[in-house]
């Protein structure tokens, strides 16, 4: 990991006013003044690590900036690259995407603001940019809705597996508890499995394990679903409600409370 | 085209002097913010002198290149330079 941050050099090179206070001089040959040099990061910074803090600290810059002519040409240069990030955000497959489009979005419309001010201080021409940022904006908010749009489907996919997990487990052990009371003393109440078995017929037993299995291959696929989606899925745990309803939804620990009881048999 | 990127200073005489930014740079360990430029003059041996100073930006906006006094600081600066130089 690098020790340092390579800055952009129009930070130093927009300044009219550079006063030298002091520097360490170290004597080096001319090639490498000529490899250090060529390693200057010489444009805005690159789309790919976009870093929004440096375009505030850009944006803070330009202010200062006495030449208007300099900060418009830093500002859309920063524009072009934001549009560029705009572009790349929404082709990636990326967490917290919604968020990123509203940063670039929001730091797109306080560069135009600023941009507009200069402007309008007679220094340079005015070019359309209202009708650019409308466009702007306007697909922002398109693509934003999007987004909820996907995450609300995903959202009923999983109550909808959530829903047939707890259907499938109730219903074995509903078909299984008719023909084999005498073995399991009180497996469902209330929906909820509080207690299994004190039989040793292998056909009971294998029974509970099909059971399980399949209770355990659901809650597998939903920890897989889980992992891949774990925004959705705390989202759609936190609506469901599970410690306090239990009609609506598995109970977490319904595998840790019965598989050690079966498996210890 | 060979492309340099040269900026105005003030020296402490008042005197404005062109020289060539060779890096501009953060280092991680203390968020600062350093430079390292050349007025491209050459030693007996004819190796070219670099300077390198703290930026610290005034609340006016203007900017000062500062002395580095810390002889860590300084360490990690010269292998910093080495660094970009691979």
Known sequence: MKSYNEKDLSGLSSKTKIILRGS????VTKDFVKKIASKAVKTVNKINDFNFGKVDNFVEQSTKDELLDKKIDNIEATQDALFDTYDNVMSNNINNKAY???????????????????????????????LVLMQFKKNAIKSVNVLKQSVSDKKDQVVEKVSDLKDAVVSKIEDFKPNNSNVVTNVVS????????????????????????????????LEDF???NPQVYDKVMQDLDLANNKNNAVDDDFIEEIGPRVSSR | M???NFITIIDSNGVEKQVEVLNYFTLNSNGKDYVA???NQEDANGNVIIATSEVVENPDGSIEFANITDQNVLNEIKNVLFDLCK
Request: aromatic fraction near 10%; charge should be positive; charged fraction near 30%.
């Open chain 1, 24 to 27: 360490i001089l170290f004597s």
């Open chain 1, 190 to 221: 209330d929906n909820v499995v509080t207690n299994v078995v004190n039989d040793n017929d292998d056909k009971t037993y294998s029974q509970i394990l099909d059971t399980l299995k399949q209770s355990i291959d659901c809650r597998s696929k």
């Open chain 1, 226 to 228: 889980r992992r891949s």
């Open chain 1, 100 to 130: 990123y489009l509203k940063n670039i979005t929001d730091l797109y419309i306080k560069l135009e603001n600023k941009r507009i001010s200069y402007i309008s201080n007679g220094l340079n021409k005015y070019s359309l940019p209202k």
């Open chain 2, 2 to 4: 060979e492309d340099k």
């Open chain 2, 37 to 39: 430029y050349t007025e």
